[in-house]
């Protein structure tokens, strides 16, 4: 693995078709991203046509987000202790029992069901995802992380838009029950072809005597929080999603718009989808246009993530206010170029800054604040508008406005956790040995 920053990136396709193993953990992402958007629309659906309340959408997302804050620090550890390619499988295979669970919900009384699936759904996602983010530098050079992290966030978008769109007709049109079908076997299919990556294995870890709070992972929890801790870079960039978490209430504002405000048709799961379908359209834009604008070095990237803060605040404003249906589209589109090009800027940025060991914990302690951000601001969203009574657009505009905030203070406060507190020389010193250790055992997989 080649660890110079500075060396020629690769182009999206180069990558797909000469990296067989990214290739394989991509489709795998293609389809059970697909049929994710297929189990939302669905259960959105299902919702609003049984109560009609935001309030209750409002809780599905918090059921959908607290997870990742409640097993992170676990997950983390697992990423870190156990081979992650194992660890993506078997989460897939559980989660694909688990959505066929939502074909016996028939009653507004049945509601909790729902909700206790979703956790348990999102419980094993918190699984996969900090595994799969942690394994990607084991899998791709360094010239090709960018490359590697925009054609995610780029298929994710596809997938949201393509799924969102697609699924709101199929729910529309055979019911809620084909939609969880599918989305099981997107799960299976996602298995196998995860089964047939390449992971080189991890350089052994020290030996230690087995205590209770390292056998519960506590003390390997307790090493990652120093790890972060000690290098206020590391720190700031844990923080990027988080902050935007902040503003997650816009999910629960989308299907109330598509519902009430901008619906499609007779049913509301098409106006969701399209609007749904709008906001992947503008994250499959965002991180190709600022890697061609801004480059790959760490300069740039760190500069486009603030002003990706204001692109999205701007975004969300414009959102709310506006009563054409084409202009709404056009402006939550812009909302999340920013979006994801601060999403995958601050993941490229960890992954060189985190060495391996430490990723999963890193990872996944990222995916807990962001999640619990998002619980909160989506428990939030929906109490303002049920309790309270505030108009959705009023709601809105409240969403984009307080969106500027983490921009001005990524710029503020840049100065400070930018010094970095190890020398260059430390770090190329680390990933010489990392690349050493790989070297070595580089025939071996997960």
């Known amino acids: 693995m080649m660890s110079s920053a500075s060396a020629k990136p690769v182009g999206y396709v180069d990558l797909l078709r000469r990296n067989r193993s990214f290739r394989q953990l991509w489709l795998g992402q293609v389809v059970s991203q697909m049929g994710d958007w297929f189990d939302t629309i669905a259960l959105y659906t299902i919702i609003l046509n049984l109560t009609g309340s935001g ?5 599905l997302l918090v059921a959908r987000f607290l997870p990742s804050f409640l097993f992170g620090p676990v997950s983390g550890v697992v990423a870190d202790r156990f081979p992650r390619r194992t660890i993506m499988i078997v989460s897939d295979v559980s989660r694909a029992l688990v959505v066929l669970g939502f074909l016996f919900v028939r009653r ?13 759904q999102l419980g094993l996602s918190t699984f996969f995802e900090p595994a799969k983010t942690a394994a990607i530098p084991s899998i791709v050079e360094d010239r090709e992380l ?3 992290n925009a054609i995610s966030s780029v298929t994710w978008s596809v997938m949201l838009t393509l799924g969102a769109a697609i699924g709101g007709l199929i729910t529309g049109w055979f019911g809620t029950n084909a939609a969880f079908i599918l989305d099981a076997l997107s799960y299976v299919l996602s298995a196998v072809l995860i089964a047939s990556i390449r992971v080189p294995k991890r350089p052994p ?8 709070g ?3 992972g506590i003390s390997e929890t307790i090493e990652g929080i120093r790890y972060v801790k000690n290098r206020p870079r590391v720190l700031a960039l844990l923080l990027v999603k988080p902050a935007w978490g902040l503003g997650g209430g816009i999910l629960t504002l989308l299907a109330v718009f598509g519902e009430k405000i901008f619906p499609v048709g007779k049913s509301a799961a098409t106006g969701i989808g399209v609007l749904f379908a709008a906001r992947g359209i503008g994250t499959a834009v965002g991180p190709i246009v600022a890697r061609r604008v801004s480059g790959e070095g ?23 206010s506006a009563t054409s249906f084409a202009l709404a589209l056009i402006v939550l589109g812009l909302a999340h170029t920013g979006g994801s090009i601060l999403w995958v800027f601050s993941t490229v940025l960890l992954q060189r800054a985190v060495i391996d060991n430490f990723r999963g914990r890193v990872f996944a302690a990222e995916l807990a604040l962001l999640t619990l951000t998002m619980a909160a601001s989506n428990y939030v969203t929906g109490e303002l508008l049920d309790r309270f009574q505030i108009p959705p657009r009023v709601v809105t505009v409240g969403v ?5 905030i983490p921009g001005v203070i990524w710029f503020i406060t840049e100065r400070w956790w930018d010094k970095e507190k190890h020398t260059l020389a430390t770090t190329v010193i680390h990933r010489s ?4 250790q790989l070297e070595v055992i580089h025939q071996s997989t997960d």
Do not use: H, N, P
């Open 55 to 59: 309030r209750d959408v409002g809780l």
């Open 108 to 120: 507004a009384d049945q509601l909790w069901i729902i909700y206790v699936l979703t956790v348990l």
């Open 146 to 148: 960018v490359a590697a």
């Open 205 to 212: 870890r020290k030996r230690e005597k087995l205590r209770l």
């Open 214 to 216: 390292r056998l519960l």
């Open 298 to 320: 760490k300069k740039g990237m760190q500069v486009s993530i603030g002003i990706a803060f204001l692109i999205g605040g701007a975004g969300y404003i414009a959102f709310g």
């Open 400 to 404: 984009g406005s307080f969106f500027l």
């Open 433 to 436: 040995e990392e690349q050493r």
